[in-house]
């Protein structure tokens, strides 16, 4: 399968523990979204890369969020003394933009679905 | 506040019949509309995506008509199959052509195929 992968695709956490997801996105696709999605509820920005490079953050993305990308090719995202609140399906994307301007397709991960009791 | 607005909120049809999904935005400035479909459980799946000039795009069984002027896009979708069961999302791009990191997501379609 040469998609977009997630690990893991379930995690049941308690509140204030840290949780690390893994984004693998299509080989040579240089942009990488995550989103968070609830039930009912169209995915939310979270935050994107361009390569290794975070270009933008969301307002969603709390001190407890944090994000790498260190080459360029996996991402992690992270979060710290989870809440109940944080539980939703988080959700990778990468596309492949040939210029600034161009329109990118996003593929879409299966997702994490994150639980926090 | 950008919005997009889709109808019905959920349809069911029997399988062979074709059906249409609306999409009403008011996202300004606008860049380009997406109709992505969702199945339970699962990351959005890209069907077309449309920039402001291009009034349809088809894919397969799927065929999507924009309305630059009046902000208006369908999904139509022909000879429904019992695979087609899912959510389908409209999904507009906020801001000039490349931001595609602003994306306003309607609330999605829930279609369920029967036998």
């Known amino acids: 399968d040469t998609g977009v992968s997630q690990d893991p695709r379930h995690k049941i956490t308690k509140r204030g523990q840290n949780v690390t997801f893994r984004c693998d996105p299509i080989?040579?696709?240089?942009?990488l979204y995550w989103y968070r999605q609830t039930l009912g509820q169209g995915p939310e920005f979270l935050t994107y890369f361009q390569n290794e490079a975070q270009l933008e953050k969301s307002r969603l993305l709390s001190d407890r969020f944090s994000a790498e990308r260190p080459k360029g090719s996996f991402s992690t995202l992270e979060i710290q003394r989870t809440e109940q609140g944080d539980s939703a399906m988080y959700l990778c994307?990468?596309?492949?933009?040939?210029?600034?301007?161009?329109?990118?397709?996003?593929?879409f991960g299966p997702g994490t679905r994150l639980t926090v009791l | 506040k950008n919005q997009v607005e889709q109808s019905p909120q959920s349809l069911i049809i029997l399988e062979g019949k074709n059906c249409t999904l609306q999409c009403n935005y008011t996202v300004s400035p606008f860049s380009n509309l997406r109709w992505y479909k969702q199945d339970t459980g699962r990351g959005p799946v890209s069907l077309t995506i449309?920039?402001?000039s291009e009034n349809t795009k088809s894919n397969g069984r799927y065929t999507a008509t924009l309305d630059a002027d009046t902000k208006q896009s369908s999904l139509h979708i022909t000879a429904s199959q019992l695979s087609d069961s899912a959510s389908y999302i409209c999904v507009v791009s906020e801001g000039s052509a490349g931001n595609n990191r602003k994306l306003i997501w309607g609330l999605g379609t829930s279609l369920a195929v029967n036998p």
């Open positions: 994307a990468s596309s492949l933009s040939l210029t600034v301007t161009s329109t990118d397709t996003q593929y």
């Open positions: 080989s040579e696709h240089n942009r």
């Open positions: 449309m920039t402001f």
